[in-house]
């Protein structure tokens, strides 16, 4: 078999919590997974990225994408949990419980390899790992918010520390199977929490446009 270069990728997954809750009926189910689905490219979309560019994969209870190589990480830290999180809250204040929905959302970083077969790399399998964590599943289960994010360390020192963003996040432990690190996790509890980072959000461009409007050419 040809060798085939590795290629740096963003890596999301996203995790529905308590998909297979007895209550879940089939049509239940289908109607959460729509959502999921939904709400994903709509996040996406709202960070600039578009979904018939990025390589995704069903994961029955969840979803697992590789965003462009070109992605702006920090426009995505910002704005995917942001625009997730109101989509969810909206679905979930029309839907019964058994039609909610609560996402795990994790994001990293790294080199992805391909084959016939689809894709692989330690980076996949540590984003798995960010997402199954039990400090933020723990946490999450005591949250009264529809969204938990979980970065890893290399992506909170590499991207979310430099966003709008970044004091909303705190280090948990990932000790999940193999492995043994560090997470940044993020929960959005309430409307408040989306509408404060989004003023950040907006003030950063701000910031930014005035940077680059003022700067000497």
């Not at 069903?58 to 995505?76: H, Q, S």
């Not at 996790?185 to 950063?204: F, V």
Request: glycine share 6%; with cysteine.
């Amino acid at each position: 078999m040809k060798r085939r270069a590795a290629i740096n990728r963003t890596i999301v997954v996203v995790d529905v919590e308590g998909f297979g809750d007895y209550t879940r009926i089939r049509p239940s189910q289908l109607i959460v997974r729509e959502t999921m689905y939904r709400a994903v490219r709509k996040g996406l979309r709202a960070a600039g990225v578009h979904w018939f560019r990025c390589h995704h994969v069903d994961r029955g209870d969840g979803v697992f994408i590789l965003a462009p190589t070109l992605t702006d990480k920090v426009r995505l830290v910002e704005a995917l949990p942001v625009a997730l999180a109101q989509a969810l809250r909206r679905h979930n204040s029309w839907h019964p419980p058994e039609e909610r929905i609560r996402l795990r959302l994790a994001m990293h970083a790294g080199e992805i390899a391909r084959d016939e077969h689809g894709v692989t790399g330690n980076s996949i399998n540590l984003t798995f790992r960010l997402a199954d964590a039990p400090e933020l599943k723990n946490a999450f289960r005591e949250s009264p918010g529809v969204l938990a994010v979980i970065t890893s360390e290399w992506f909170y020192d590499e991207v979310v520390r430099h966003s709008s963003v970044a004091e909303s996040y705190r280090r948990v432990p990932v000790n999940v199977k193999e492995t043994s690190t560090s997470g940044w996790m993020h929960l959005l509890n309430s409307p408040d929490d989306d509408g404060h980072t989004a003023r950040r959000i907006r003030l950063r461009q701000r910031v930014l446009t005035w940077s680059s409007l003022t700067r000497r050419p």
